[in-house]
């Protein structure tokens, strides 16, 4: 594991969250959206594991690839548009948080470290969820890959929130669940807690940047020890 990037113990600290498979458990919400927009235009069989290609990968780059892969004859507005309405009949009623991560939301939170959130989801989603689950005043800031001209694996979701934190990248935390977020995190010069959706992707080359990986996923994420990494790494 190669080491993170440290700040000065002077540097105002923040943590950075992404939203989906990270803080909270949407991925099956967008695998029935998506399968049910894709059979909409006659493409059948979209199953889970196809689902899992497109994890921590923006909502718009996903939909561009399915629709060439496929070859749709519609915008990928009109995909997007779709897809989000049909995101949202199930986001605002059945979306969860991971426990241990609420924790750890609420122990820095507590502990008065600023937070965002930064994800590939459209600004109405992040806010939707976040107000679903009951944390949208926890987090100071909240950025879409909309906002920015590039999502993950480019680091401009991440770079925006650590602006609008008024925290220097070098100072920030990034919480990922996907290797394409945790390259973001590294590219962005920002230290990473990594906990893989799917474990299998724990070998990824990109989570090696992780300065702290739960390689089990949620199943094995300590918020506490998360917490006092987030501190410690400050005195490397």
């Given at each position: 594991m190669t080491s993170s990037p440290s700040a000065s113990p002077s540097a105002p600290l923040a943590v950075i969250f992404d939203l989906d498979g990270t803080l909270v458990d949407s991925e099956p919400n967008y695998f029935e959206a998506s399968r049910t927009v894709l059979a909409r235009h006659g493409v059948r069989g979209f199953g889970?594991?196809?689902?899992?290609?497109?994890?921590?990968?923006?909502?718009?780059?996903?939909?561009?690839?399915?629709?060439?892969?496929?070859?749709?004859?519609?915008?990928?507005?009109?995909?997007?548009?779709?897809?989000?309405?049909?995101?949202?009949?199930?986001?605002?009623?059945?979306?969860?948080?991971?426990?241990?991560?609420?924790?750890?939301?609420?122990?820095?939170?507590?502990?008065?470290?600023?937070?965002?959130?930064?994800?590939?989801?459209?600004?109405?989603?992040?806010?939707?969820?976040?107000?679903?689950?009951?944390?949208?005043?926890?987090?100071?800031?909240?950025?879409?890959?909309?906002?920015?001209?590039?999502?993950?694996?480019?680091?401009?979701?991440?770079?925006?929130?650590?602006?609008?934190?008024?925290?220097?990248p070098g100072s920030c935390v990034v919480v990922e669940d996907a290797p394409p977020g945790a390259g973001a995190a590294h590219r962005a010069g920002m230290r990473c807690v990594g906990v893989p959706y799917a474990p299998t992707v724990a070998a990824d080359p990109a989570f090696r940047t992780a300065g702290l990986l739960f390689p089990g996923g949620q199943g094995e994420f300590d918020a506490e020890r998360a917490y006092t990494w987030v501190f410690d790494g400050r005195r490397e």
């Open positions: 889970w594991d196809d689902h899992l290609r497109f994890v921590g990968i923006g909502t718009l780059e996903t939909l561009e690839t399915l629709r060439r892969e496929h070859r749709l004859d519609v915008p990928v507005d009109e995909l997007l548009a779709e897809l989000n309405r049909a995101y949202l009949e199930l986001a605002g009623t059945r979306t969860e948080t991971f426990p241990r991560m609420r924790t750890y939301v609420e122990r820095l939170y507590a502990a008065g470290v600023p937070l965002a959130v930064a994800s590939g989801s459209s600004r109405r989603i992040i806010q939707t969820v976040l107000e679903c689950v009951g944390l949208t005043d926890r987090f100071a800031a909240v950025v879409s890959a909309e906002e920015v001209p590039r999502g993950k694996p480019e680091p401009d979701v991440f770079l925006e929130a650590a602006r609008r934190l008024d925290a220097e």
